[in-house]
C-alpha cells in the first residue's frame, strides 16, 4: 500500500505501510512512524531519542462491509532539547482516542443521516461511542453561538417532557439559528443570555415574544433600546382560549335545553378560521346556528375575526385607530370576558403596534420548537440534557436537525 493511499483514504500522512492482515470480519493495516512523526511533543524538536514502544490499535473507515484498522507502535521518546519523556503526537488520530479522525469525520456525515444507533451498528462499535463523537462535533460548531451581529431576535419556551419540565429558546430571525437554549422558563432562564449579548457586544433591535409578563421585565431591562414585538399568533392564541370559556360557561349557565344542545361541541368550530370550516359535514350551519341563539358568544366570535385583520392594515396609523375601535367595541359589548381582553390589549398597545416597524412574529420559532419535538422523539428522549442543548443549537442545519 502505497503512502499516498494511506493519506488520501484513511488520512494518515508521515507513516510508512509495513504489512496488511486479514482477520475475521476486519481487515488490519499495519504502519509505522516516518522521520517526521518522530518529535517532542512538548517543542517539537526532532533531536530525540527513542526510549520505547507502545502498540496501539485504531478504527478508521471501512472498506466496504469490512471493518478496518490501523496497527501502530507509538513511540516513546525523550528531548534533547527541552529533556521532556513522552509519547510522540498522532498526526491521524487524538491520543486519547481509539479511532482516527477520518473515521470520526465519517460518523459525523452519516449522523446526518442516520440515527445514533443506527451509524453505531453500521460501523460496529457502541452508541456511547458515536454519541460522544457527535457531541464533540456539535460543541465545536455551535457550543459558542456568535452573537455579535444579533439583531433581531424570538423568544419563547418549549415544553420538553412531563412534570413541567421546559426549555428557553431564542431564535435569531434574520439567519433562523437557534442562539441560546436555557433551563426552565422566565426571567432566570434568560440570565445566561444577556451575560453572553453584553460580552458579545450584540446591538438587538427588536424582540419578537408573547405578552408574558415576566419577558417583559427581562427584556426591558436588560435591552432598553429594543424594540418589543408582541406576536400576533399568541395574541390570537390567547384569545380563543378566552373564547373557549366564555362558550363553555354560556353553555353551562342556558336555562333553555335546545340552546345548550346547539352549544354543545361548537368549541372547535369558534376557534376554526371560516375558510377552513367544512361544509361537507355542515360545520358552517352548525357554528351559525349556535351563533343566533347566543348573542353574547355571537358578538365574541365576530370581534376575534375583526380582530385578526389587525395585523392586515397598511400602515401604523391606521392600525392604531383600528385598534381603538375594536377596544371600543369590546368595551361596550356588555360581555365581560370582552371588556378584560380590550384592557390586556391596551395596556399592550405599543407592543402591538411595533409591528408595524418590525413585522416579525414567533413563528419560526414555533416551528422550531417543532422540529425539537420531533427530535426528541425520534431519540426517545435525552438523558443528556447538555447533548441535547447541542442538537437543538445545530437544528437549522436541517439534515442533522432530524436525528436521534
Known sequence: ?????????????????????????????RIVHGPRTLCCSQCGSHDV?????WPRVFRTVPIGSRRVVLALPVQRVECRRCGAVAQVKLGFANERRTYTRAFERYAVELSKRMTIQDVAEHLGVSWDVIKDIQKRYLTRRFGKPKLRRLAIMAVDEISIG?????????????????VFVGDGKGVSALKPFWTLVKRARARIRAVAMDMSPAYIS??????PKAVIVFDHFHVIKLYNEKLSDLRRD?????????????????RWLLLKNPENLDDQHNERQRLEEALRVNKPLATAYYLK?????????????????FLQDWIARAEVSGVRMLKDFAKTL???RSGLLAYYAFPI???PLEGTNTKIKVLQRQAYGFRDVAFFKLKILGLHETKYALVG
Do not use: C
Not at 531519542?49 to 514502544?53: A, F, L, S, T
Not at 427581562?218 to 435591552?223: E, G
Open 1 to 29: 500500500m502505497s503512502t499516498s493511499l494511506l493519506y488520501r483514504a484513511f488520512g494518515v500522512r508521515g507513516y510508512h505501510f509495513s504489512g496488511m492482515l486479514y482477520e475475521p470480519g476486519r481487515v488490519v493495516i
Open 162 to 178: 412531563h412534570g413541567h419540565k421546559y426549555l428557553t429558546v431564542v431564535l435569531n430571525l434574520e439567519t433562523g439559528a437557534v
Open 49 to 53: 531519542i527513542r526510549r520505547g514502544q
Open 305 to 321: 375575526e375583526d380582530l385578526r385583520r389587525f395585523w392586515e392594515q397598511p400602515d401604523k396609523a391606521t392600525a392604531a385607530a
Open 218 to 223: 427581562a427584556v426591558q431591562a436588560n435591552l
Open 346 to 348: 391596551a395596556a399592550h
Open 361 to 363: 412574529s414567533t413563528g
Open 250 to 266: 354560556l353553555q353551562r349557565e342556558a336555562t333553555d335545553l335546545l340552546e345548550k344542545k346547539v352549544l354543545k361541541g361548537t
